[in-house]
């Protein structure tokens, strides 16, 4: 579940007020001006505070927390991150170029647009001198990420779209569940990177060093990969152009029929007309899926990976194994319908409704509950912000780093679900079972 990071009692507390005294005597510094001083804010905790559209070149952040701190917009050219804790927090079209992120923990940030050209994102360890004099690892006064001596540049969901990473030295770096759409990773070094389940859609990674990447289940429709070096990478489960499965012209079908003969099923209740099939199908060329009502349809082992959603109806419907991943479906309406093992990897379904579907016993004698079973999905970054999630089955789902703020899960039954860093902050889990 969501927790504040346990290191950041033993980091000192900045006000907004206190922060904003620093980067005024920080302008001065840079301008030359009398009084001024640089920014050096190490080891403090300025989480949940705003650094948006300010000037803080060539400051000193080592080992700060960041979390959900606002930087946005800002310039942060030559700054040190050393080991500082970004998580959750807002770097959108900020500039990073020539930045030290060694051993940063930047999971769940959003970083589009952000340039970061020539960045440090190697591993890095922070040692200090004790009171007896020795050499010590203070990593667990910074971080609570493990005990190892060095820890990798973790960027795990980040949200890092038409971002600018060239020449940045990443070794070992952890791009895992994060959206890297349109990237630009030229000339960089990205040995035993780990992108297992990225979004690399158009990314650019020409002349790039892969060399030992894992690159299992990544997403890489039209990734460049001119002059790139890929030996011992890993690259079971790639999604490239070639899709496993068929598109609806390649099956013979178009949508307008299936939908024509799923309406004649739905209104004589199985008479008549045809339930709609789209097992086994790549929708991605159909625009604008969800202007058609797909109640009740059968659509295991579909793809729907990064598709515009919003609003889409896919009540009683049968979705197991399928993939959502980086989906806008913000305001869908989910309920009772049968979703396990599916991947809803980044994807936004916030305010959906993916509770229970309620229909009255034919005898009069109660309500029969149909129950919107996400049985061993993957929910991994996903936006579940105010979502409807009422006696719905999330048993074993994995919801690392996913928001549910002010979801409603009463009655929910979450046995075994992974809830890592997962925001629950305002919801409702009354009678849910949490294990």
Not at 92 to 113: H, I, M, P, S, W
Not at 230 to 239: K, L, T
Request: net charge negative.
């Amino acid at each position: 579940m969501n927790t504040k990071n346990p290191s950041a009692s033993n980091l000192k507390r900045l006000t907004q007020r206190e922060l904003n005294e620093i980067v005024a005597l920080h302008k001065k510094f840079t301008m030359g001006q009398r009084g001024g001083m640089r920014a050096i804010m190490k080891f403090v905790d300025i989480s949940g505070l705003s650094l948006s559209g300010v000037d803080l070149s060539q400051a000193d952040f080592t080992g700060s927390d960041f979390t959900d701190t606002d930087l946005s917009n800002g310039n942060f050219l030559g700054c040190c991150f050393f080991a500082c804790d970004l998580s959750n927090a807002n770097l959108e079209n900020a500039n990073f170029k020539r930045a030290d992120f060694r051993g940063a923990y930047v999971a769940g940030a959003n970083l589009k647009g952000a340039d970061l050209d020539s960045a440090d994102l190697r591993e890095g360890k922070i040692m200090e001198r004790g009171d007896d004099g020795s050499i010590q690892n203070r990593a667990r006064q910074v971080t609570d990420r493990n005990d190892n001596n060095m820890w990798s540049a973790v960027f795990t969901g980040a949200k890092m779209t038409e971002t600018n990473l060239s020449g940045v030295k990443a070794i070992s770096a952890d791009f895992s569940d994060a959206d890297m759409t349109g990237v630009t990773l030229n000339e960089a070094n990205l040995s035993e990177v780990n992108f297992k389940g990225a979004n690399l859609t158009d990314a650019d990674l020409t002349g790039s060093d892969l060399t030992n990447a894992d690159l299992q289940d990544t997403v890489m429709k039209g990734t460049i990969l001119k002059s790139v070096e890929m030996d011992g990478a890993i690259v079971d489960g790639i999604m490239d152009d070639d899709p496993i499965v068929r598109t609806l012209e390649e099956r013979g079908d178009n949508i307008e029929d299936l939908i024509k003969e799923h309406e004649a099923w739905i209104t004589s209740a199985g008479k008549s007309g045809q339930q709609m099939n789209l097992s086994e199908v790549d929708l991605r060329p159909i625009k604008k899926l969800s202007e058609y009502s797909l109640t009740a349809i059968k659509a295991q082992k579909a793809n729907f990976t990064d598709m515009e959603l919003e609003g889409i109806s896919l009540q009683s419907a049968t979705l197991d194994d399928s993939s959502f991943r980086d989906c806008r479906m913000k305001k869908s309406d989910l309920r009772g319908s049968s979703l396990k093992n599916t991947n809803f990897n980044r994807a936004d379904l916030s305010e959906s409704k993916m509770g229970a579907l309620r229909f009255d016993s034919p005898d009069g004698s109660g309500v029969r509950l149909q129950r919107t079973n996400l049985s061993g999905s993957a929910l991994r970054y996903t936006d579940l912000t105010g979502v409807d999630l009422r006696d719905s089955i999330l048993m074993g789902c994995d919801l690392t780093g996913a928001k549910l703020k002010d979801c409603d899960l009463r009655k929910a039954d979450l046995t075994g679900a992974i809830l890592d860093k997962t925001d629950l902050s305002s919801a409702r889990t009354d009678g849910a079972i949490l294990d």
